[in-house]
């Protein structure tokens, strides 16, 4: 890239002498584990460097004070910079390791290029935190595994309700792309998390009708119940674990969130505990509601950010265990700005790019340099295309 930067001569098409070509990287667009292993950041489920926008940390995914960008520091690029140089330039590994846990940075051959900012040009990705965190996250975790599809005593089985609903009331057109596997029953939600996999397009597929089922699910009377789901019986065994696990783990990073605060106990002299889990079908359902706003102007887009703002605060209050993505997504905004749509930053494409270039058969040969079988399949599939369009015409 620096060569780039500087100017290299290539083979231009209709020249017949080289020409003189510059690049530049603008933006490093992936998902949240490879954008902290690219820019030099420390993962995202560590305990104080878990936003790579601003000082949140794991503990404030159980407070909503954790998801006011009002209440938190941005990060500063300058500031970054300098940390990851000076860990450059020492060889010493226990004064790296120090610099690492000061600043949650470590060096990047990427912070050598010029203009090159680790928070500003390594925006959100929309597929990887809506499509695949918040969606996936919702609708596993905090719906399924949360106990919001238990059945109540003399009442039909609003898991079966939802299926009903998907099997005989929707009708999708034919340019809706790629559909879930297993939409038509809610229990291949718990086989993503089990290993199966489900791609961006079938999660984003199930977000356009999701907030639709839920209302066919748990409406009585044609309204939303305003009472708390009832609990697991011995029958829920699964379902049960998942929320006695969910609550330890939400009542952890409460506690070390309070502890970063210095609030260590109450008036009553005892430790400070989180509020229990809610199970209310009203605020569940509006919260959805608020995360699945559309969007279109930047104005549009300030209405989404201010009501992804509210469900992830209420969903904290009410004591539901977040991940990282939740806190992150609301840092969209800001890319939005600088970047434009986000089809303009999106991994879909990269992604579906990726996927082919796995498919290419190597022999097995996977410890040798790939890139000119690579590029050999790239382009024999690419003058294949081209054949078959000429054909056609």
Same mark, same amino acid.
Request: with cysteine.
């Given at each position: 890239m620096l060569k780039l930067e500087a100017g290299i001569f290539l083979r231009v098409f209709r020249c017949q002498d080289k020409q003189l070509m510059h690049g530049h990287l603008h933006l490093c667009c992936s998902d949240l584990p490879a954008s902290?292993?690219?820019t030099g950041r420390m993962g995202c489920t560590s305990n104080e460097y878990m936003c790579t926008f601003c000082n949140a940390t794991i503990g404030s995914? $159980?407070?909503?004070?954790?998801f006011d960008l009002n209440y938190l520091r941005p990060t500063s690029d300058?500031?970054?910079l300098r940390y990851s140089f000076m860990w450059s330039e020492t060889e010493n590994l226990d004064q790296r390791e120090f610099l690492t846990r000061r600043s949650g940075k470590r060096w990047s051959p990427l912070d050598q290029l010029p203009g090159w900012m680790p928070s500003r040009d390594n925006p959100v990705d929309f597929m990887h935190s809506s499509l695949l965190g918040i969606v996936k996250h919702v609708s596993c975790e905090i719906l399924l595994r949360g106990g919001m599809f238990i059945r109540k005593a003399n009442q039909s089985n609003p898991l079966e309700k939802f299926e009903s609903f998907i099997q005989n009331a929707i009708l999708w057109p034919a340019s809706v792309g790629r559909l879930p596997?297993?939409?038509?029953?809610? $229990?291949y939600l718990a086989q993503a998390l089990s290993g199966g996999r489900v791609k961006a397009d079938e999660w984003r597929n199930l977000a356009a009708i999701l907030f639709i089922a839920l209302y066919a699910s748990w409406q009585e009377d044609g309204m939303i119940p305003n009472e708390e789901a009832p609990l697991p019986s011995h029958q829920n065994l699964t379902v049960a674990k998942s929320m006695i696990a969910q609550a330890k783990l939400v009542q952890k990073r409460r506690q070390k969130f309070l502890a970063s605060l210095n609030i260590a106990r109450n008036q009553d002299g005892n430790n400070p505990s989180p509020p229990s889990p809610r199970r209310n079908y009203a605020r569940h359902?509006?919260?959805v509601l608020?995360?699945?706003?559309?969007?279109?102007?930047?104005?549009?887009?300030?209405?989404?950010?201010?009501c992804l703002v509210q469900a992830f605060q209420d969903w904290a209050a009410m004591g539901c265990h977040l991940v990282p993505y939740c806190h992150i997504a609301l840092h969209m905004l800001e890319g939005l700005r600088c970047n434009g749509p986000v089809y303009a930053t999106w991994c879909f494409g990269p992604e579906r790019h990726n996927r082919i270039l796995a498919n290419v058969n190597h022999n097995g040969h996977g410890a040798g340099e790939l890139e000119s079988t690579m590029a050999r399949a790239w382009l024999k599939m690419q003058l294949l295309q081209e054949?078959?369009?000429l054909l056609r015409t």
């Open positions: 902290c292993a690219a995914l $159980a407070d909503p004070t954790g300058s500031r970054l596997k297993n939409v038509r029953t809610m $229990a359902y509006n919260n608020k995360v699945w706003t559309q969007s279109g102007s930047i104005s549009d887009y300030m209405r989404a950010h201010a054949l078959v369009r």
